[in-house]
């Protein structure tokens, strides 16, 4: 095998180059006579565990998508259950034209143990309405550990009569980690591996996998949605914030007048209204500190990358300045503020108003309660 050649790494399925290290699927010279050589990129990742930046253009996830609408196929969309108002992605109908597509909830073995499955499916289902999306069916399951994923098999063969299947997810939602599974479900052993990590935008190119003589399943690109606030951390903080284990909720009773900090990440401040808990669902290696709203300001300047953290103090100027979102908390109502890649707290349905203090960019919605 030579330089130049068209190859794929097998590993992203970016086409191997050797000219540019900082672009997809670098591969240096000496390497190319390996036959299962993978790019620099995906070693690091799979070596060291390491991140090696590499840009992931919205446009060319955009054309891959276009062709999903001109064929008839089966679309498979994965959100992150831990994120979902950051990784529905809205424009979904626009792109893959009459298609079908199945919504799968991803990392159910992050929730606390005793969800009413049923109850998260319905709520799933009622947010894609909301976000104008008609999936045909909802299906929750843990990539993970495996849970669920035989059921979405069967569903998955019920609803592609024979058709291609094109799985679609923005960074991070857990592809990577489904289609492994997938592979050594249909794949032969051995032969691929998609490249697996917890750093944003591991996907590039559309990896395909014969399913039977007339059919294949397409791993398309992971989609960098704008809003998720992982975008900013360095790969340190990225290792505490997307949670690895079952999420330990948090509970804390407050009075109007005080403040929690998410880490360095989020404020919230509870201006006013009826005495209650905030439950805060993010990773259990998150730090969430309290205090008086008056004193916020300055713990904030002070503490800022060490008791306030992640992010750490070197990686602080990462985050863009963060900005105000203000919400009413309805009476009776069961609401979540969820704040785009970290998480969301969880309101009773008690009147009050509430401040939420994010880095511009990073979305922050009100939302109906989903536990
Ligand atoms: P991709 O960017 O969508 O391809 O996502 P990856 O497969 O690389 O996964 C991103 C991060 O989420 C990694 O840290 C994975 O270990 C983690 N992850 C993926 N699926 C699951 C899951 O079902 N449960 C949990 N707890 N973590 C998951």
């Given at each position: 095998?030579?330089?130049?050649?068209?190859?794929?790494?097998?590993?992203?399925?970016?086409?191997?180059?050797?000219?540019?290290?900082?672009?997809?699927?670098y591969?240096?010279?000496?390497?190319?006579?390996?036959?299962?050589?993978?790019?620099?990129?995906?070693?690091?990742?799979?070596?060291?565990?390491?991140?090696?930046?590499?840009?992931?253009?919205?446009?060319?996830?955009?054309?891959?998508?276009?062709?999903i609408?001109?064929?008839?196929?089966?679309?498979?969309?994965?959100?992150?259950?831990?994120?979902?108002?950051?990784?529905?992605?809205?424009?979904?109908?626009?792109?893959?034209?009459?298609?079908?597509?199945?919504?799968?909830?991803?990392?159910?073995?992050?929730?606390?143990?005793?969800?009413?499955?049923?109850?998260?499916?319905?709520?799933?289902?009622?947010?894609?309405?909301?976000?104008?999306?008609?999936?045909?069916?909802?299906?929750?399951?843990?990539?993970?550990?495996?849970?669920?994923?035989?059921?979405?098999?069967?569903?998955?063969?019920?609803?592609?009569?024979?058709?291609?299947?094109?799985?679609?997810g923005?960074?991070?939602v857990?592809?990577?980690?489904?289609?492994?599974?997938l592979?050594?479900?249909?794949?032969?052993?051995?032969?691929?591996?998609?490249?697996?990590?917890?750093?944003?935008?591991?996907?590039?190119?559309?990896?395909?996998?014969?399913?039977?003589?007339?059919?294949?399943?397409?791993?398309?690109?992971?989609?960098?949605?704008p809003?998720?606030i992982?975008?900013?951390?360095?790969?340190?903080?990225?290792?505490?914030?997307?949670?690895?284990?079952?999420?330990?909720?948090?509970?804390?009773?407050?009075e109007?007048?005080?403040?929690?900090?998410?880490?360095?990440?989020?404020?919230?401040?509870?201006?006013?209204?009826t005495?209650q808990?905030?439950?805060?669902?993010?990773?259990?290696?998150?730090?969430?500190?309290?205090?008086?709203?008056?004193?916020?300001?300055?713990?904030?300047?002070?503490?800022?990358?060490?008791?306030?953290?992640?992010?750490?103090?070197?990686?602080?100027?990462?985050?863009?300045?963060?900005?105000k979102?203000?919400?009413?908390?309805?009476e009776?109502?069961?609401?979540?503020?969820?704040?785009?890649?970290?998480?969301?707290?969880?309101?009773?349905?008690?009147?009050?108003?509430?401040?939420?203090?994010?880095?511009?960019?990073?979305?922050?919605?009100?939302?109906?309660?989903?536990?």
């Amino acid at each position: 095998m030579n330089p130049g050649e068209k190859r794929v790494c097998p590993g992203c399925g970016a086409p191997l180059q050797s000219e540019d290290k900082n672009l997809p699927g670098y591969l240096p010279i000496h390497a190319w006579e390996k036959e299962e050589a993978v790019c620099l990129r995906c070693f690091r990742i799979k070596h060291y565990n390491e991140a090696v930046q590499v840009d992931l253009r919205e446009e060319d996830f955009l054309q891959v998508l276009h062709s999903i609408g001109s064929t008839e196929a089966l679309v498979v969309h994965l959100v992150d259950l831990i994120d979902v108002n950051g990784t529905l992605l809205s424009g979904l109908h626009r792109f893959i034209g009459q298609n079908p597509f199945l919504l799968v909830g991803n990392k159910l073995d992050l929730l606390p143990q005793r969800v009413n499955l049923d109850r998260i499916r319905r709520w799933l289902l009622m947010m894609a309405m909301e976000w104008g999306l008609k999936p045909v069916d909802v299906m929750l399951i843990s990539a993970l550990k495996g849970s669920y994923l035989q059921e979405l098999l069967e569903k998955l063969e019920a609803y592609r009569k024979g058709k291609n299947v094109y799985f679609i997810g923005a960074t991070n939602v857990g592809k990577s980690t489904f289609m492994n599974r997938l592979l050594k479900e249909y794949g032969e052993k051995g032969t691929i591996e998609i490249t697996t990590s917890r750093f944003p935008g591991t996907t590039l190119d559309l990896i395909e996998i014969p399913v039977d003589e007339h059919s294949s399943f397409y791993d398309t690109p992971g989609v960098m949605t704008p809003h998720q606030i992982i975008r900013y951390l360095s790969p340190e903080d990225l290792k505490k914030v997307i949670p690895q284990k079952r999420i330990n909720p948090k509970v804390y009773q407050l009075e109007p007048e005080q403040t929690l900090f998410l880490g360095g990440m989020a404020r919230i401040d509870f201006i006013s209204g009826t005495p209650q808990s905030f439950i805060v669902y993010i990773s259990n290696e998150i730090p969430v500190h309290r205090t008086k709203r008056s004193h916020a300001g300055e713990l904030q300047e002070k503490h800022r990358g060490e008791l306030l953290s992640p992010p750490g103090k070197e990686n602080l100027d990462r985050l863009p300045p963060w900005v105000k979102h203000s919400f009413n908390l309805k009476e009776g109502e069961k609401q979540d503020i969820a704040i785009s890649g970290l998480g969301w707290v969880s309101f009773s349905g008690k009147k009050g108003r509430v401040d939420v203090f994010a880095p511009k960019g990073v979305s922050v919605q009100i939302r109906k309660g989903m536990i």
